[in-house]
């Protein structure tokens, strides 16, 4: 079978690139910290896996036991929201927070969602793979805008052509950033 064009468009994973790389590292006895993916690297704690036992035998609970449909379970958005609001004093509404299987998953929906074949987005370079194979599944085009040492890894927008900037439908920011580890204060934003 041959692939669609633009799953031949998409660049190799790179944190799987990555995983190969320790593993034949850890092969020839040298140590490595890795500092990348952002992968649990300890187990679940008890508590949490109790609950979660629990909460799956609850036969008088229906509603956890199917799927979501266009509404996530209310206890999770709530949940989401109290957190917000105690540990960043952060006041957000029932329709602000949206419960997804990860970061990856609402990036790449997200782009395909808003974009549509030919439009252009713009992502940050060094950044997060995620954002080009979005644009790729959609069918848009990526700009990369440089994240340079001397702008403190920050996005230079008036290096950015005006031409990009009219015609971008999406532009990613990610501050603290990941991987550079920049952090934008508000006047960036501003």
């Known amino acids: 079978m041959e692939l669609p064009d633009r799953l031949k468009k998409l660049p190799p994973y790179l944190f799987a690139d990555l995983r190969r ?52 379970v209310a206890q999770l958005a709530r949940a989401a929201r109290d957190f917000y609001g105690r540990r960043f004093g952060v006041s957000l509404g029932e329709d602000q927070v949206l419960p997804t299987m990860g970061s990856k998953d609402a990036i790449a929906k997200f782009a395909m969602a808003v974009l549509n074949p030919g439009d252009l987005a713009i992502a940050p370079s060094p950044g997060y793979p995620t954002y080009n194979i979005g644009h790729v599944f959609a069918g848009a085009v990526t700009h990369y805008a440089p994240l340079l040492r001397e702008n403190r890894f920050l996005v230079d927008f008036e290096a950015i052509p005006r031409e990009v900037c009219r015609l971008a439908k999406l532009m990613w920011l990610n501050y603290p950033n990941n991987p550079t580890t920049a952090v934008a204060d508000l006047e960036f934003f501003e």
């Open 21 to 72: 790389k320790v593993a034949a590292a850890r092969e020839r006895g040298v140590q490595v910290i890795t500092l990348g993916i952002g992968d649990p690297d300890r187990p679940t704690p008890d508590p949490v896996v109790d609950e979660l036992c629990r909460a799956v035998r609850d036969e008088a609970d229906l509603h956890r036991h199917r799927y979501g449909c266009d509404q996530p």
